[in-house]
């Protein structure tokens, strides 16, 4: 008798695993590659880990994030192919870097789920081919920089700005410009003066290099530059670095942030920050959205789509410790006008600087 309990027990045993291993298996399964940098950036790679992270809380999913060796289409390819064998078929890539690893990742893994934010896959010529099982996001960028140029102006009311790129590639650009018309709108309808000089305007030509953001942004400030927007990642932590140095000094200096809210990043002493606002793209609401629009069924597969201030997908923070709230309540009535299409920010650059 005591033989076949002993038996029984085991048998139960080995069905509870069973039932747990296929609990576990009938979980859906959300990988993501990382671009350059890590998963705790306070940009790209963070913003889109979020949002994964927030999905996984809400549906119960199984999520892994892989970071490539290197940042060529074969680094990527390899970490795509990783995830995919250990039957991760939904993925998520951040940035343009990977827009000819998504062109040969959607023929090659035909059952795979892939979301490419901030690009389109191509084969390296630039046209667009977007698989039936891809989706490819985009940003309003100039509307998300507008309004941090509207935020800024306001706040300081006189003086002048700089702005530090990393890589002039599109998307950089049209935070440049948003940001460019954003001044020049407070300036002309809310009795703002603030100054944008050429000389200001600089593209460092990598995402990486934190001592040269620092040195630009050190001799920017040495020019009498009251506020840098820097969109340019790691580039930009050094010009955060700078700030934080002067500020501890006793100068009133200010970062705008990018991509993400970066006001813990610019905290200097205590909860003071160096950082004025933030010109916040929500790739963290991008990443829900597309795993939302999977698990529903209605994932919009084939398809280019723009993350816009009409759909909630750019802006500044919601909260703003360095912003007053009146000028908060300005920014907000601007945003609405960005939406209701009375006030339109252009994508292109006109006859703005750069």
Sequence with gaps: MRKIALITVVILIAGLALVGCAQEESKTKVGMVTDAGTIDDKSFNQGTWEGILAAQEDFDLDVRYLKPVGTTEADYIQEISNLYDAGYKFIVTPGFKFETTIFKAQDEYEDAYFVLLDGSPH??????????????????????????????????????????????????????????????????????????????????????????????????????????????????????????????????????????????????????????????????????DMIKAYLNDSFPGGQILTFDASNNGVGIPEENPNLSDAVETQVAEVFDSIVSGSVTVNDVQGNLIK
């Excluded at 300036?187 to 200001?200: K, L, M, R, Y």
């Design 123 to 288: 084969a390296g010529d630039f046209n667009p081919v977007v698989g039936p099982k891809t989706v490819s996001i985009f940003f309003a960028e100039h509307e998300s920089g507008f309004l941090a140029g509207v935020a800024t102006a306001l706040q300081l009311n006189e003086g002048e700005v700089g702005f530090i790129g990393g890589m002039e590639i599109p998307a950089v650009q049209k935070f440049n410009w948003g940001f460019q018309q954003g001044i020049a709108y407070a300036n002309a309808n809310f009795g703002t003066e603030i100054a944008i000089n050429a000389e200001n305007v600089i593209y460092q030509g990598s995402f990486d290099n934190v001592a040269a953001g620092q040195q630009i942004a050190a001799q920017m400030y040495e020019k009498g530059v009251d506020a840098i927007f820097a969109a340019a990642g790691g580039v930009g932590v050094g010009v955060i670095n700078e700030a934080k140095s002067r500020a501890r000094a006793g100068e009133e200096v200010w970062v705008v942030g990018v991509d993400v809210d970066q006001y813990a990043d610019g905290i200097y002493e205590g909860e003071k920050s160096v950082i004025l606002t933030s010109a916040v793209k929500r790739i963290d609401q991008a990443s829900y």
